[in-house]
C-alpha cells in the first residue's frame, strides 16, 4: 500500500453517478433518431416542392400555387427548347459515361496491380481535378478552346465531361480492383490461361459492381453538371442550363415535370437496386446457416 | 486516403506486380486524357492570365504577354468577393459537418441492426443528388421568397422587419451552399462511420470516459479520414460555386463570390486574362489550404 | 516480472456480488436469475461454450449491458443503474481495443488522464515496465504482434488498479505456445498485484491451470462452482462431467446400499460408487468414471472386491496421441466407452477389434446430481463427423418413409 491515494477513497468521489445522468442518456436515446429523421425530411423539402410545383396549374411562371392540373406532365414538349435541352443532357451523359469508364477503369487497374515509374505524378494529377472548383476546370477549358479556336458546342461538353468523370471512376473502381483477392485470378490462370480469357471471365465480372457504381456516378455527375457546361457550351443548351437560363424570367412547371421524372426513375432504380441486394444477402445468410 | 473514405470494403494487401508494358497500355489512354484537357487547360488559363489586350482590337481580343499586373487589377478589384468566397465556404462547412455528422452517427453506427433501414436512410441523403442542383436552390428562393412562408411567419413574430428579405442575404446565401453540400459532407461520413469498430468505444467507456469524452478522444480521431474527405468535398466546391450567391438564385449583387467574378468576366465581359488570373488565384489558394489541412489532420495519403 | 514495480499497484480488490441476475435479449434470454459471488482478491473464471452466457455477464459487471432484472454490487456497492465510466472496473478486451490513433504509452495512461490520477505518464510506464514492454511505449498498436498487444491491453486495465478486472477471453487469439506463457504471466501478475480476476473462457484447461475458483455456466445458468480439482474429481452435472473433460456415464437403478457405498445396476452388471461421491443415493441415478482411472484388460479379471468390471467387449477404434492412447470399447447392452491409457510401451496395447474387459476402482467412480431422465445414455458425441452421419442415417430413413 504504498500509493499516496487510498483506491477505496477515490472510487468513493468519482464512481458517484449523478442520478440525473440516467435520464440524460434516455433522452439522448431517442433523440439522434429524431434528429436525423428531422434532418432527413429538411433534405427532401425542396424535392417534394419541386414535385408539388409540377402538377401546378400556372401560366408561365411557376411560382404561387394556382391549382392542381396533370397538364404540364402531358405537354412536356410544348415549352421551346426543354425536350431539346434534356435530350443533350442525355446523349451527353451517356457518351462521357462510356468513354470516362473506360478510360478510369483501365487506369484503376494499373495503378492497383502494376509498379510503374512517375506513380506519385500519376496519382496527383489523378486527385487535381477533384480538388479543383469546377469554376476553374470551365474555366480553364474555355482559354483552351479560345485559343486553338475550338467552336463551342455538343463535342466540347462531351470533352469537359469525359475529364472530371475519369477521376471519380478511378477512385470508384480502384477501391473495387483493392478488395479483389489476385489469388482468384492465379486460380483463373490456372485454369483458364489466356490472360485476355483471365480477364474477361473472372477479372472483369467481379470487378463489375464497382464498374457499374462508377459509371452511375459518372453520368449523375455530368447530367447534372452545370459549371462547367456553362463555359463550353456555345449555343448548346443542357437541361441544367436550360433552367439557369430560365431562372432570370421565371422557370416552367415542365422543368418541375422533367425533374420529378428523372428523380422517381433515379429513386426506383436505387430502391431496387438496395433490395434485391439485401435480399441477396439475407438468402445467403439462410444458406450458409 | 481522403477520397477513398468513399469505398468501405476491405483492401486485400496485394503487391504489385512487376513493371510491365501492361501497365503502360493500361494508363496511357486515360492519363493522355487529363493531360489534353485538364493539364493543358491549366496551363492556357496560365497562359491567358498573363495576356494583354489588343491595341485598337475588338473587346475579347487578346494576346499573348507577360502582364502581372492582371492579377493585381484582379485581386485589387475583387479582393472582397474572394474574401467572401472563402468565408462562405468555411461557414457552409463547418455547419455542414456538425449537421451531418450525427446523421452520419446514427446511420452508420446506431442504425447497423436494421440493414434495410440504413440503406432507406442513406437513400434519402443521396435523393438531392438525384435532383438538379439547379432546381434544388431555386425551390429554395421560392420558398424563402418574400411572399413565402418562412418570411411572412418570420415578419408576423417580428424577428425580421416588415422590409426584410431573406433571399439576397448572406444568409440565405449560406444556407444555400450548406444545404447543397450536406449528403457530399454525409457520405463520407458515413463510411468511416460505418465502419467504426465499436468496441473502441466501449473501451472509453470501460477506461472512465463520459459519452462525451470517448466521443472526442476515441470516435473523433478514429473517424479522421471521413472528416477530411467530407470537408474537403464540401469546401472546394463551395469556394468556386456561383450559384448560389447569384442574383437570380440565393444571392444579390452584395453576396458576390469568386465564381460570380470569373463567371462574369469570362462569359459576360469577355475579359478572359481577368477570370483567367482569378481562376489562378482561387486554384493556388485552394491547394494550400488543402496542404495545409490534410497535413495537419494527418492523412497524406490522398488517393 | 519485477516485484519491484508492482509494490506501487499492490491494492485488495472487491467483492463482486451479483443477485438474481437475469438478461433477456430480443426473443432470448441469455441469462436466468444469476446469484454469483466472487470474493476480494481471487481469480475467478466463467467457463463454458459460446452462447452459455458468460461474455454477458461480464458484460453486465463491466456495465455494457444493462440487466434486465437483478442487482450487481462492487464491493457491497450497488452500482446495477450506473454506466460503466462510472464503475471501479476494468476489462482487458477479447479484441484488445487498443486505441488505434494512440501510442502505447498514450493508451495506458487513458484511464489515469480520465481520472485526473497525478502523473499518468510515470504510471503509464510503471504499468508497461510490469508487462515488460516500457520499451515500446512511443510505438502504435499495430506494430506490435498480438502477445504485445495482450500484454499492453493488461497494463491498460491494470494501470487503474481496479476493484475488479475482468478478462474476456483475453488469450483466445494467440498460438498455443503463447497462451500457455500468458497464462502463467497473468496468473502471476494476479498474484502479486492481488486484485479480483474475473476471467471468462471456454478453454477448460486455461481456466483450470489459472482459477482458484471455477464456475461452469450453460445456458446461462451456473451447472457447477468450485475449485478447479473438486470439479473434475466430483462433477455434479453430465454437462459438467463432459465439457471439463471427458466421462463414461451410465444411469440405472440403485439396487444395495450401505453405510460406504452404493451399487447400481448398469445393464444387468452391478457398479458399486463411494455414497459420498455421490449425490444420489436411491432411485434412478446417473454414475459415471474419468476415461484415464479405466484400465484395459485383454482377460476376464477374477472378481475383486472395490474394483468394477465391465465386459468383455470390443475395441472399436484406437488413436494415438502422444502422451496417452485412447481406445473406444463397445460393451454390448451397455454402449461405447473411453479408455485413455498411458504409454508406457511402444504401440498400442490392444488392436481394432480385439477382445477386452474394462476395469477400474470403484472409488473413483462418481455419481451425478442430474435427473437421468433428463440426460443420454452415455456421452453425447458432437463431432462433426457423427453429426453428419446421424444426419445421414435420418435422411436415408426419411427417403425410405417416402
Known sequence: ?289 | MAFTAFSSQAVVEQAPRKRSFVALVLLVPGILYLLLFFLAPLISLVITSFQQPVLDGDIGEYTTGFQWQNYTDAVGEYLPLILRAFGFALIATVLALVISYPIAYFIGVKARRWPLLQSLMLTLVIAPFFISFLLRTLAWKQIMSDEGPIVVFLKSIAVLPSDGHLTGTTFSVIFGLTYNFIPFMTLPLYATLERLDLRYIEAGADLYASPWTTFRKVTIPLTMPGIVSGTLLTFIPAAGDYINASRDFLGSSSTAMVGNAIEANFLVLQNYPIAAALSIVLMAVILIIVGVYVRRAGTEDLI | MASLSTASFAEKGADLELVGITKRFPGVTAIESLDLTIPAGSFFALLGPSGCGKTTTLRLVAGLEEATAGRILIGGKDVTSTKPFQRPVNTVFQSYALFPHMTILENVAFGLRRRKIGDPVAKAHEALRLVELDHLASRRPAQLSGGQQQRVALARAIVNRPALLLLDEPLGALDLKLRRQMQLELKTIQTEVGLTFLHVTHDQEEAMTMADTVAVMNKGRIEQMGAPEELYELPRTAFVANFLGQSNLFTGPVTSSTADAITVDVGGVPIVVPRTRAKRHAGEIAIGVRPEKVTLLTSAPAPQAGRNVLGPGRVTDVSFSGVSTQYLVMVPGIGELVVFAQNMVFGPVVHVGAEVWVSWNADHGFGLDDEPGDLPRFAPDASTESIAIQRRVALEEELEQA
Not at chain 1, 130 to 140: F, N, S, W, Y
Not at chain 1, 148 to 160: M, R, S
Request: hydrophobic share 55%; aromatic share 10%.
Open chain 1, 1 to 289: 500500500m504504498t500509493s499516496a491515494v487510498p483506491a477505496k477513497a477515490f472510487e468513493q468521489a468519482s464512481f458517484e453517478p449523478s442520478p440525473r445522468a440516467g435520464r440524460r442518456m434516455r433522452l439522448r436515446g431517442i433523440g439522434l433518431p429524431i434528429y436525423t429523421t428531422l434532418a432527413l425530411l429538411f433534405l427532401l423539402i425542396p424535392i417534394a416542392y419541386t414535385f408539388v410545383f409540377s402538377f401546378n396549374d400556372s401560366g408561365k411562371l411557376n411560382i404561387a400555387w394556382q391549382g392542381f392540373t396533370f397538364d404540364k406532365w402531358l405537354t412536356v414538349c410544348n415549352t421551346q427548347g426543354l425536350c431539346e435541352a434534356f435530350g443533350n443532357s442525355i446523349l451527353v451523359g451517356v457518351i462521357a459515361t462510356v468513354l470516362a469508364t473506360a478510360l478510369g477503369t483501365l487506369i484503376a487497374i494499373a495503378l492497383v496491380r502494376y509498379r510503374f515509374r512517375f506513380r506519385s505524378s500519376i496519382s496527383l494529377l489523378l486527385f487535381l481535378p477533384m480538388a479543383t472548383p469546377e469554376v476553374v476546370l470551365g474555366a480553364g477549358l474555355a482559354a483552351q478552346f479560345l485559343t486553338l479556336g475550338t467552336e463551342k458546342g455538343l463535342l466540347t461538353i462531351i470533352l469537359a465531361h469525359t475529364m472530371f468523370c475519369i477521376s471519380f471512376v478511378v477512385v470508384t473502381v480502384k477501391a473495387r480492383v483493392a478488395s479483389l483477392d489476385p489469388a482468384l485470378e492465379e486460380a483463373g490462370r490456372d485454369l483458364c490461361g489466356s490472360p485476355s480469357q483471365v480477364f474477361w471471365r473472372i477479372t472483369f465480372p467481379l470487378l463489375l459492381p464497382g464498374i457499374a457504381a462508377a459509371a452511375l456516378l459518372s453520368f449523375a455527375l455530368s447530367f447534372d453538371d452545370f459549371i462547367i457546361t456553362n463555359f463550353n457550351s456555345g449555343s448548346v443548351d443542357t437541361f441544367p442550363k436550360f433552367i439557369y437560363i430560365a431562372a432570370a424570367r421565371g422557370i416552367p412547371a415542365q422543368v418541375n415535370v422533367i425533374a420529378s421524372a428523372v428523380f422517381l426513375l433515379a429513386i426506383v432504380i436505387v430502391v431496387v437496386a438496395q433490395v434485391s441486394r439485401t435480399a441477396r444477402a439475407k438468402r445467403l445468410a439462410r444458406q450458409l446457416g
